[in-house]
């Protein structure tokens, strides 16, 4: 937690999420600037903070440093729970957002945990998702951050479909990186057999706003178009 608090703020990946996110948002009926949004897994809080353009904003996560570190950045309200159990009434929320969170290993159901997140929406809410693309992408990264299932976008389609959301948007991000990490994957068990932490923990040093603007470039794509491949997939749900 320590080192996602820190790289949230200046990291490209970390940055990369945040204007991806609010892209979407404004396609998907955000810009009103006074809607009621949750984060489903906040983390360290550097989403909750891109959020606020857009209303008032709520977060819990289950891990109670990250939390810590979500009240040093004055963020209020805050509550520790698990997207299996949502510990909110039912349509409380215009918004949902939840990054990387269906995916851990802890989340036994991850259609379970998008009812929750259904329940908690108000009809024509919106959920949106980010999550990591395909399962043969696994690697040392997935082992470290303790990450269960990678996804694709027609995936996401049909769970959403099982689970009360129409699909409003869906793609892939992180495209235009998608070669290098693919090569850092086929070659960890040579070059990278000794990586014990997460990618994240890797600095990406001059090359840190290159990244950025790669991501930067795709967003508008992501947001009219979509992408047919990627390192991520994003979904923008509205509860029917």
């Given at each position: 937690?320590v080192v996602?608090?820190?790289?949230e703020?200046?990291d490209?990946?970390?940055?990369?999420?945040g204007?991806?996110?609010?892209?979407?948002l404004?396609g998907?009926?955000g810009?009103r600037?006074d809607l009621?949004?949750?984060?489903a897994?906040?983390?360290?809080?550097?989403?909750?903070?891109?959020?606020?353009?857009?209303?008032?904003v709520?977060?819990?996560d289950?891990?109670?440093e990250?939390?810590?570190?979500?009240r040093?950045r004055?963020?209020?309200?805050?509550?520790?729970?698990s997207?299996?159990?949502?510990?909110y009434?039912?349509n409380?929320?215009d918004?949902?957002?939840?990054f990387?969170?269906?995916?851990?290993?802890s989340i036994?159901?991850?259609?379970a945990?998008?009812r929750?997140?259904?329940?908690v929406l108000?009809?024509?809410?919106h959920?949106?998702?980010?999550?990591?693309?395909?399962?043969w992408?696994r690697?040392k990264?997935?082992?470290?951050?303790h990450?269960?299932?990678r996804?694709?976008?027609?995936?996401?389609?049909?769970?959403?479909s099982?689970?009360g959301f129409a699909?409003?948007?869906?793609?892939?991000?992180?495209?235009f990186?998608?070669?290098?990490?693919a090569a850092?994957r086929f070659t960890?068990?040579i070059?990278s057999?000794?990586?014990?932490?997460?990618?994240?923990?890797?600095d990406?040093?001059?090359?840190?706003g290159?990244f950025r603007?790669?991501?930067n470039a795709?967003?508008?794509?992501i947001?009219s178009?979509g992408?047919p491949?990627?390192?991520?997939v994003?979904?923008?749900?509205?509860?029917?």
């Amino acid at each position: 937690d320590v080192v996602m608090a820190q790289r949230e703020v200046r990291d490209w990946w970390c940055l990369g999420r945040g204007l991806l996110g609010c892209r979407l948002l404004d396609g998907g009926g955000g810009r009103r600037g006074d809607l009621g949004i949750l984060d489903a897994g906040c983390g360290t809080g550097a989403v909750m903070l891109y959020l606020a353009r857009y209303g008032q904003v709520t977060g819990f996560d289950f891990a109670v440093e990250a939390l810590q570190f979500c009240r040093k950045r004055g963020l209020q309200p805050l509550t520790q729970a698990s997207v299996a159990d949502v510990p909110y009434a039912d349509n409380a929320f215009d918004v949902v957002v939840s990054f990387d969170v269906i995916c851990e290993q802890s989340i036994a159901d991850d259609r379970a945990a998008l009812r929750e997140l259904a329940r908690v929406l108000k009809p024509g809410g919106h959920l949106l998702l980010r999550l990591p693309a395909y399962r043969w992408m696994r690697g040392k990264h997935d082992a470290a951050v303790h990450l269960k299932h990678r996804y694709t976008a027609g995936e996401i389609k049909q769970k959403f479909s099982q689970t009360g959301f129409a699909a409003e948007r869906l793609s892939y991000a992180n495209m235009f990186l998608f070669p290098l990490v693919a090569a850092k994957r086929f070659t960890e068990p040579i070059f990278s057999r000794h990586q014990t932490g997460s990618d994240l923990t890797i600095d990406p040093g001059p090359l840190n706003g290159v990244f950025r603007a790669l991501l930067n470039a795709e967003a508008p794509l992501i947001r009219s178009v979509g992408l047919p491949f990627g390192l991520t997939v994003v979904a923008l749900g509205r509860k029917v």
